[in-house]
């Protein structure tokens, strides 16, 4: 057994000191020491999926980053690993435990997975260890991992069994319930454009300082179209994990941040609204462009006509939310984001449609994320 200090403080000398994640009980001691320790930064997810993305940018802001989940869910953590971090190559330390483990004994839901634990880090490409419970294994250990994310650019697995870490008291400030945001409703009845359109509202309305994260489907395709520029991310995967980012990243530097999402990738994400909401970046503007549909795909309805995206961010703690449907409003509201503390939910009704021969990025994304990082990192 180590206790918590033993991995913290060495990984924390090796710059990791970026921790998010969702608590298993194998994990607990560990998770509340990344929770009370000074040398550590932490936020808790709403789901092992949102973690991987909040962790992926944080990484893009310059951190280096640890993800804790349970097994189970290593589950939700496959499509980002799989869809953000491979072909965007960002790396991060992934602390998985290992419940159902062979050979001991443990709940019929996590048996299957405790089959399949190391195998699907694995499956997933990724180079996995067994967490270390030996305080002197624990540098060479770390060496070994850091190697391999310079080898490979990809997450590094730590699989942890059960009794691994001395057990740590939870000393935890309680999140505080803020009080409600401002609203604006701009809406006329009429709603005047559709993604394209409002993308070059965007790239007209924002300063040159802002980064921009663009959700999966033909968002960024269409903002590449417009504008190829340092400030911009066009997430191609990891659909529903725009805002997750654009948390990260927001946390970890004083420039604005714009997360362009879909009324799809937003419902298929929501918990990030919450975690969003507590931990407040200031410098945050959640876009969510509403076309009703799942247009990049041919157009399927989603259920975002019986959902105020405003009301549930103000619910959830944002600062300030607007709804819109024309492009001057939508422009107002951009620029009142920008000159007021955040983070502020714009709900943009839009129109259905792209152009004709829309076109995709052709600069591959690993450079995207690198060009990208130095941007939000350089000030
Ligand atoms: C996890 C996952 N599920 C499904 C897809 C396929 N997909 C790509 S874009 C898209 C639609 C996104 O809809 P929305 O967020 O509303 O954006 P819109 O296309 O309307 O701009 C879907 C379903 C995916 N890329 N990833």
New binding site residues.
Partial sequence: MISADDFIFPAHERGYDFYTGVPCSFLTPFINRTISSDKTDYVGAASEGEAVAIAAGAWLAGRKTVVMCQNSGLGNCV?PIT?LNFPFRIPTFLISTWRGQPGSPDEPQHELMGQITQSLMELMQLRCMIFPSRAEDISGALDDAEKAIEETSLPFGFIMEKGSVDPEELDQAPIEAKPRGNYEDFRTGSIEAN?YQTLEKVVETVSDRTAIIA?????GRELFTIADRPQQIYQV????GASGMGLGVALNTDKPVIVL??????L?KMGALATIGAYAPRNLTHVI?D?G?????GGQA?VSPHVDFSQIALAAGYRAAATTDGLASFGEALTAAAENDGPTLIHAKINTGSIDNLGRPTIKPEDVARRFQKFVTIS
């Fill in positions: 499509n869809s993604r959700t999966t489907g033909k968002c995967g990891s659909m529903g999402d879909g009324d799809g990738a937003a298929m462009l076309n549909v799942h247009d990049s795909t989603t």
